[in-house]
């Protein structure tokens, strides 16, 4: 047994270099776009003055979630500024802004294919749990492989990190329908596409918000690792402050990454659940919405039908 060995590993470099060398336009193609949306978001927050960028990150906390919310926002956002950590997680909010709306944007319509199709859900589910249990690290070789030192590999490394649970619980919520109400979209003629937006993907949203939540979470949690793929932000600050055992650094930074994740945590999770927030000006707008809706309906109702008057008003007087 000490000859036996499957060269699993030889199997993956040569399936990595093939990649490499057959689909390097490719490649190429998509490193200068994700590398462009990443800058590009980027410098448009940090072009912003400071204090307009803390206004409209509270004015979202308000509208979503609270007032209060929405001064512990400003309070996190400021104390950021005071760290000097303020370039960084700018830098690192564009990238997890990025691989979130790419990973979203993969996650979801797999989520409502394999919420549709067993079999192809049963192919998926392994593939999701190996992503999810492989080590992160082991993500960025052939990201580096592929697309060299930058932020890019760290954007793929986070997108393939992030994009199970965003699968898994769209799923979940299309597959947690009501039957008896698909059905009766069925009986009322409506094609399955109308049924999966006018339907199922309303009545999942809750799911399909909490699936988009843990993906930014995990999307902030790669940070670290993607700046030993070489991107700037936060990651890069506590990777430089481990070699160099920097502890105000690191713990600078540290703090920043929980402000910001604290901050996408709640701000995502009041998406999927805008009427439960009684401080937010969204979730007032649609309580007084609701009432007005009833009553605009109830005054556009025909009045009763003739047959439902007291007899004594029907019957005519006799003469």
Known sequence: MDGFRIPIGEWAEAGVAWIRDTLGWLLSGVSAVVGWFVDTLANGLLSLPIVAVIVIFAALAWLLRSWRFAIGTIVGFVLILGVGQWVNSMQTLALVLVAALIAVVIAVPLGIAAARNDTFSAILRPVLDLMQSMPAFVYLIPAIVFFSIGVVPGVVATVIFALP?????????????DSETVEAGHAFGATPAQILRGVQLPLAMPSIMAGVNQ????????????????????????????????????????????ILAVYLDRLTGALGALKTQRGSLLGAIARRRGPQDARSTAA????????????????????
Do not use: H, N
Request: net charge negative; no cysteine.
């Open 165 to 177: 649970p965003g699968v898994r619980l769209t799923e979940l919520g299309i597959r947690g329908v």
């Open 215 to 258: 993906l930014i979470m995990l999307a902030l949690s790669m940070a670290v690792i993607a700046g030993i793929a070489g991107a700037d932000g936060l990651g890069k600050e506590i990777v430089q402050a481990m070699s160099t055992v920097d502890i105000a650094k690191g713990v600078e930074a540290g703090l920043s990454v929980v």
């Open 300 to 319: 556009a109702a025909p009045a009763p039908a003739e047959q439902d008057a007291p007899v004594a008003e029907r019957t005519p007087a006799r003469v």
